[in-house]
């Protein structure tokens, strides 16, 4: 049987995957799972009951899903304070700050509207270790906690979520915005209000774009994964940077004065660069997967930054700055995480402090993100293949080292088995692009030759 919990939470289409039964079955088995323990004991001894903080992004299917959670928790004795739309990383960031025992957040991040998805967050706003998903998914077919009378859990709103995030978001920043015009995308996701209102109160011009979320719209031809609309919207505008976030806004990417992308590679350069020059890149070390462009690893080595690589994926970035003691990590993607303020990625974040760099600096975005050449890199999925049998092939093998060898130190190589199909990733970085599709398409018609099923 699947295992319930993906990579990031429990996902799928709202009221056929994701029901009403099975979000409000979670909520139960959570409310056992993650009470326990000494710290739930000593809470218990003082009379207090759990809380925990729920949270959605605007579409649609979030309204009912929200209900379900609040009442699978008040039913099993936890009260529940209900934060409305805001970011993933502000759930995260408030049960962290008022020290709640847990955080749900409803989202399908990216996704379009009809998805909808459920993700835990632990005492101190962290992700949850798999063993503790598991443990969860487990906990359905077992008994939940029925208390009566007195000991339900109470529904409240959160009143002022949204402000404490917001004061947060700007306590972080190390100097004002003031002078520079931003255009904002925010996906009519869960950024909408905070995204426009934080980047005003920090001193910014700011036109904002996608910020009328229906329920439907969400992602919907814009945000992160549709950069052309903001690129077009800075052109227009003349504006002098342009963020666009995702539907649950733990992401960003940027567009220069001219629509040009600062892909997440670029914009971790330009942001661990700061930081090493104002002392808070801890250990002078970055995190990134190992999908990251080799131009930010020769980058940091100029800069004589560290870079640890990972799998990919947030939870593994994650889990490489805790082990390294890190500041600064992220994804290729625009997923970054900067622990000196935030347990998860932060689109929000991510971009006032990348506005914040051009305003201490008084250069522009495309200049800072000169500090690192993009090699040109090429990603071919090759379906249908044995996936498992791709370690220790010695025909793919012996493609891989031959490829290695022409390009010596102007690029690499990456084969990566998909998790959950029969596909094998190929990608290829390389000085110019024409030798990029040409060795990434060899590689792919050898994966292909021997993996076939």
Do not use: W
């Amino acid at each position: 049987m699947a295992r319930l919990f993906g990579t990031d939470g429990v996902r799928g289409l709202a009221n056929r995957e994701l029901t009403a039964d099975l979000t409000l079955a979670l909520a139960q088995s959570a409310a056992v799972v993650l009470t326990s323990g000494r710290r739930a004991e000593a809470r218990r001894a003082e009379g207090r009951r759990a809380t925990a903080v729920i949270a959605r992004d605007p579409r649609i299917s979030g309204e009912f899903l929200t209900a379900a959670l609040s009442a699978g928790l008040a039913s099993s004795g936890i009260d529940v304070l209900d934060a409305g739309v805001i970011p993933t990383p502000a759930a995260a960031f408030l049960v962290s700050s008022i020290g709640a025992d847990f955080g749900v957040m409803v989202s399908a991040s990216h996704n379009p509207a009809p998805d909808n998805g459920i993700k835990f967050f632990a005492f101190g706003g962290t992700k949850l270790p798999d063993e503790v998903e598991d443990r969860i998914e487990a906990a359905l077919d077992a008994d939940h906690l029925l208390p009566t009378g007195g000991e339900v859990g109470r529904i409240r709103r959160f009143a002022d979520a949204e402000d404490r995030y917001v004061i947060h978001l700007l306590g972080t920043l190390p100097n004002k915005l003031n002078g520079l015009h931003v255009v904002l995308d925010c996906a009519h996701g869960a950024a909408s209000a905070i995204s426009p209102e934080v980047f005003t109160d920090a001193g910014a011009k700011v036109t904002v774009i996608a910020a009328d979320p229906d329920g439907l719209n969400i992602n919907d031809g814009v945000g992160s994964t549709h950069l052309d609309v903001v690129a077009a919207a800075v052109v227009a505008h003349g504006a002098d940077i342009g963020i666009a976030h995702d539907g649950d806004a733990d992401r960003c990417l940027a567009v220069d004065a001219q629509g040009n992308v600062i892909d997440g590679d670029q914009i971790m350069a330009i942001l661990a660069v700061s930081m090493k020059e104002r002392g808070h890149l801890r250990n002078d070390t970055l995190v990134a997967t190992v999908m990251s462009n080799l131009g930010l690893h020769k980058a940091m080595e100029k800069h004589g930054i560290k870079v640890i690589q990972t799998a990919v994926g947030d939870r593994y970035v994650l889990e490489g700055l805790a082990e390294h003691d890190a500041a600064l990590g992220g994804e290729q993607s625009g997923h970054v995480i900067m622990t000196e303020y935030a347990t998860t990625g932060d689109g929000i974040l991510t971009g006032l402090h990348l506005v914040a760099e051009m305003a201490r600096t008084g250069k522009t975005i495309a200049e800072l993100a000169s500090v690192m050449t993009v090699y040109p890199q090429i990603l071919v999925n090759v379906r249908g293949v044995d996936h498992r049998a791709l370690g220790g092939n010695a025909a793919i093998d012996a493609a891989v080292a031959a490829a290695e060898v022409e390009l010596a130190d102007t690029g690499r190589v990456l084969l990566r088995p998909s998790g959950t199909e029969p596909m094998v990733r190929v990608m290829v970085e390389a000085a110019d692009q024409a030798t990029a599709d040409r060795l990434a398409q060899q590689l792919a018609d050898v994966v292909k030759a021997e993996l076939a099923l």
